[in-house]
């Protein structure tokens, strides 16, 4: 059975930093795409990073610049490193992996999706 578990949220203060990490189970992803999504109260789940087989990345476009997605693939693990971090950031983050080694920013590109992480940004 395949797992994403994602850890490292938490509150932190506006300029601030965090780095969440996705550890997957049951299979390996080496050869496939990973991504984060977030979803703040009240609104849709929302593409925020991916990163492809071969290292490719995509970012959403108000996370360009601040956000860094990378991946373990001998640790089966993905990070998301957040950087100086805005009240707007403020979601569950939640990481998904891909049956491909491609995958984007639709939803429906993922096969496998985390419980996802409280990431809380004060200003």
């Known amino acids: 059975q395949v797992r994403l578990v994602e850890s490292g949220g938490g509150l932190v203060q506006a300029g601030g930093s965090l780095r969440l990490s996705c550890a997957a189970s049951?299979?390996?992803?080496?050869?496939?795409?990973m991504g984060w999504f977030r979803q703040a109260p009240g609104k849709e789940r929302e593409f925020v990073s991916s990163?492809?087989?071969?290292?490719?990345?995509k970012y959403e476009d108000s996370v360009n610049g601040r956000f860094t997605i990378s991946r373990d693939s001998a640790k089966n693990t993905v990070y998301l490193q957040m950087n100086n971090l805005k009240p707007d950031d403020t979601a569950v983050y939640y990481c998904a992996a891909s049956n491909k080694g491609w995958a984007g920013r639709f939803q429906y590109e993922y096969n496998f999706w985390g419980q996802g992480t409280q990431v809380t940004v004060s200003s």
């Open positions: 990163i492809s087989w071969n290292g490719g990345t």
């Open positions: 049951g299979r390996t992803f080496s050869s496939e795409a």
